[in-house]
């Protein structure tokens, strides 16, 4: 069954757009991740519109990230002051991700910005994954113990003025590198269409050292409200939200979701992690084949001659 999408300007079959839907909730459910890094290329690689594709994402990561963050909330796992202060960098940058989405796409320059970005995030976050994940995978056959940080030694960036102290996520550290990251993830959110969990959740375990307690619902905190601004920023500023199509992807993800945390519970962590890496490189693969390969159709300019 088909239908046409109003603001792609194309018809699409629905049931394999919620089969893509559902895909990608497996996923997400399995990793834990937003999925929109997934998600946004699979919609450009079947013909979307990057524009409508990028927009589009907004609603849909709402809709997925509410429900976690509620739950959460319920468990009491959420550091509400440090996700304040994670949605003022996020919002400052959804907002000039917003107008550097639309200034791109006035120059005609936005699908190569988007499949330039993606393939530099993508790749870079995919390398790195997966090389952690193999050497986790080596130690454990060895039987070797992770190197442990030693108590009391802190990095320059923690000792930089505006502290802040946050109990609940048994921090005292300086806001500014907080919202530094909040900032870049909010831009690239708005540019590419990723709630940015999947780089958000890696940066409080590892650098800022968050208790692990509280990090993934305060990351769907900041990420659920900084969305949902970027949902209303897009539909008033460039009108590229399709909500026909979000509310195809909902449909999906919701019920992939819930699969994909079943089978998520019965993988190691290091083969977990080493799985997420090898498909995140597979996309970015895919972007850098489409931006050197010859495009099917070619066009060509020519003068012609006016008669009078």
Request: hydrophobic letters at 55%; aromatic letters at 12%; glycine letters at 12%.
């Amino acid at each position: 069954m088909q239908i046409y999408l109003p603001i792609a300007e194309l018809p699409v079959d629905v049931f394999f757009i919620m089969m893509m839907g559902m895909a990608v909730g497996f996923i997400s459910g399995m990793f834990g991740v937003g999925g929109g890094f997934l998600l946004t290329p699979l919609l450009i690689f079947v013909g979307i519109p990057p524009a409508v594709a990028v927009a589009t994402q907004a609603p849909q990561i709402v809709a997925t990230s509410m429900t976690g963050a509620i739950s959460y909330w319920r468990k009491r796992a959420v550091d509400f002051r440090l996700g304040l202060v994670l949605l003022a960098g996020g919002l400052t940058g959804t907002f000039l991700g917003v107008g550097f989405f639309n200034w791109m796409r006035r120059l005609g320059h936005l699908d190569t910005v988007i499949s330039l970005s993606y393939l530099t995030l993508l790749g870079t976050v995919g390398l790195l994954v997966l090389v952690e994940s193999l050497r986790a995978i080596w130690a454990a056959r060895k039987g070797l113990a992770r190197p442990v940080r030693r108590g009391g030694r802190h990095a320059w960036y923690e000792g930089l003025p505006f502290k802040m102290r946050f109990p609940r996520s048994g921090l005292y550290i300086s806001i500014i590198p907080v919202l530094f990251v909040s900032f870049l993830i909010g831009f690239a959110g708005a540019v590419l269409g990723i709630g940015g969990g999947f780089i958000l959740v890696p940066v409080l375990i590892y650098i800022f050292r968050v208790r692990t307690a509280v990090v993934v619902g305060t990351s769907l905190f900041q990420i659920l409200l900084t969305m949902i601004a970027a949902t209303v920023m897009h539909s008033a500023s460039s009108h590229t939200v399709d909500i026909f199509l979000a509310l195809l992807l909902m449909g999906g993800s919701v019920f992939g979701a819930q699969f994909g945390a079943i089978a998520g519970a019965a993988i190691k962590a290091e083969h977990f992690r080493f799985l997420l890496g090898l498909l995140v490189l597979i996309v970015a693969v895919r972007f850098g084949v489409d931006l050197v390969s010859q495009p099917k159709e070619m066009f060509s300019a020519s003068a012609t001659e006016v008669r009078r």
